[in-house]
Every structure is written in structure tokens, then in C-alpha cells.
């Protein structure tokens, strides 16, 4: 058992495709304090959630820095996802969804709005994460076999539990 002074970690299962899918999930909430401790974690990562506020443009800003890590320390096919988080509070936007969705165009990652509060497009974004690192996967296991998937995700049919194990990092 770890803990981790400021960083929440959680196990979440959910189904997809007729099977059960864990994700490991830890969220540093993007503390600059925690960039040392979280590069560790981007080496078995199979995906990244990168969320800023949208009531905060700095926030916004520091998304590039968080891609930039990641490009240095994670897999180089890590699926990744940038949220804009609270547009559940649209009077105090301060990045535009515009702005957000180029971003992403930018950098070809997937993106979202989302509202953790009032829990719009959350489910969304994890099942979207979660299916794209399983198409990747699959399409990994058909080209080269199982043992090409690496890393802590096993694809393997336990016939009585049929689970997978996915590990997330939300910044």
C-alpha cells in the first residue's frame, strides 16, 4: 500500500465489451511538486489524461509542459486525452472550447469538456480512454501476438473473471 501526500489513487471497473476492465487511477492534480514522482508512474502508464480548468488559463497553459513530459517518459504510443474541466461553469471561462479542441488537433490526442461537479462527459472519458487503449491493444495482439502488448495490461481470457488491467495517470 502506497500513499502519497496529495496524490489520490483509486481503483475503478468498469465494463466494456462484455469485460471487466480495471483502471488504476492517480491523480497529482497537476502539482509541480509531484513531476518527479509522476515521470516513474508515465513508464507503465497505457493512458493519460491531461485535464486543465477552464476557469483557469494557466492551468490551460501547462498542458503543453505535461505533453512535453510525457513525450520524455512515457510510452510513445500511450493513449492520451486533454479535458477541460468545470464547463459546468461557463460564466467563468477563461479558455474557450476552441482553444482546448485545437490543442488537441495539435498534438492529435482525443479532447473533451467535461464537469466533474455536475458529471458531464467523465463516464464519457474514461470509456473512450479505456476503448481506445483496448483497440490498440487487440490491433497489437492480431499484428504480432500476445507477447507484443507489453507492459501491465494482460489480454488474457481468465474464463471465470474475464478482467483486463489498465494503469491511468490523470494531470
Not at 502539482?31 to 493512458?47: D, L, P, S
Not at 487487440?138 to 489480454?155: E, I, Q, S, T, V
Amino acid at each position: 500500500f502506497f500513499f502519497f501526500l496529495g496524490i489520490d489513487f483509486k481503483i475503478r471497473t468498469i465494463e466494456l465489451d462484455g469485460k471487466k476492465i480495471k483502471l488504476q487511477i492517480w491523480d497529482t492534480a497537476g502539482q509541480e511538486r509531484f513531476r518527479t514522482i509522476t515521470t516513474a508512474y508515465y513508464r507503465g502508464a497505457m493512458g493519460i489524461m491531461l485535464v486543465y480548468d477552464i476557469t483557469n488559463e494557466k492551468s490551460f497553459d501547462n498542458i503543453k509542459n505535461w505533453i512535453r513530459n510525457i513525450e520524455e517518459h512515457a510510452s510513445s504510443d500511450v493513449e492520451r486525452m486533454i479535458l477541460g474541466n468545470k464547463c459546468d461553469m461557463n460564466e467563468k471561462r477563461q479558455v474557450s472550447k476552441e482553444k482546448g479542441e485545437k490543442l488537441a488537433i495539435d498534438y492529435g490526442i482525443k479532447f473533451l469538456e467535461t464537469s466533474a461537479k455536475s458529471s458531464i462527459n467523465v463516464e464519457e472519458a474514461f470509456f473512450t480512454l479505456a476503448r481506445d487503449i483496448m483497440t490498440k491493444l487487440n490491433r497489437k495482439m492480431n499484428d504480432h501476438g500476445p507477447a507484443a502488448a507489453g507492459g501491465p495490461l494482460r489480454l488474457t481470457e481468465n474464463r471465470s473473471k474475464k478482467s483486463s488491467f489498465f494503469r491511468c495517470t490523470l494531470l
